[in-house]
T-cell receptor, first 112, second 114 residues
Framework: SQQGEEDPQALSIQEGENATMNCSYK?????LQWYRQNSGRGLVHLIL?????REKHSGRLRVTLDTSKKSSSLLITASRAADTASYFCATVYGGSQGNLIFGKGTKLSVKP | DTGVSQNPRHKITKRGQNVTFRCDPI?????LYWYRQTLGQGPEFLTYFQNEAQLEKSRLLSDRFSAERPKGSFSTLEIQRTEQGDSAMYLC????????????FGPGTRLTVT
């Protein structure tokens, strides 16, 4: 079963606006990762945040992690049309060997 | 290109036929994972290898599915007696050893069972 739940399921914004996606999970984790998937393609790794970290940045991406609430958020600042894709959070839970448990994803549409 | 590659990219087969997919991981990665993704869903874990050893299998991996990674390099995923419910994107990923590393995904093999 899928552990993560992303919110919202779909998001439509204008170029230049910020996009925020949230992810909730159920059990304790080793780390949480965000991936992007363009339509019909493979997944591209964006950022990994470990359970003892609270915030991480990578370019226009900012990820936060709140282990007490079992939630994470991904912020994309100054969005571009090329950011249009599905975004998935994936967790590596504490007892696992590294296999990722994905949510259903947020479909982001950035209009030029 | 030193990324993860998968072949074929698309496969159309008739119900009841056997199919085999191949994954070539990034060369220095000793972990290799297989996932399945259906439309509108996130990928679901099927199985993973550390070197040539298959260490974990999901209950999604029925008896009709078998995976191998001879010599710890490329991997194959075979589906016997395909069913329409097997239609999905099959994704392969590789990583360094341990659960604390990001996984690098291939482009996937899209299987359509008619």
């Amino acid at each position: 079963s899928q552990q993560g739940e992303e919110d919202p399921q779909a998001l439509s914004i204008q170029e230049g606006e910020n996009a925020t996606m949230n992810c909730s999970y159920k059990t304790s984790i080793n780390n949480l990762q965000w991936y992007r998937q363009n339509s019909g393609r493979g997944l591209v790794h964006l950022i990994l945040i470990r359970s003892n970290e609270r915030e991480k940045h990578s370019g226009r991406l900012r990820v936060t992690l709140d282990t007490s609430k079992k939630s994470s958020s991904l912020l994309i600042t100054a969005s571009r049309a090329a950011d249009t894709a599905s975004y998935f959070c994936a967790t590596v839970y504490g007892g696992s060997q590294g296999n990722l448990i994905f949510g259903k994803g947020t479909k982001l549409s950035v209009k030029p | 290109d030193t990324g993860v590659s998968q072949n074929p990219r698309h496969k159309i087969t008739k119900r009841g036929q056997n199919v085999t997919f191949r994954c070539d991981p990034i060369s220095e990665h000793n972990r290799l994972y297989w996932y399945r993704q259906t439309l509108g869903q996130g990928p679901e874990f099927l199985t993973y290898f550390q070197n040539e050893a298959q260490l974990e299998k999901s209950r999604l991996l029925s008896d009709r599915f078998s995976a191998e990674r001879p010599k710890g390099s490329f991997s194959t995923l075979e589906i016997q007696r395909t069913e329409q419910g097997d239609s999905a994107m099959y994704l392969c990923a590789s990583s360094l050893e341990g659960g604390g590393y990001e996984q690098y995904f291939g482009p996937g093999t899209r299987l359509t069972v008619t």
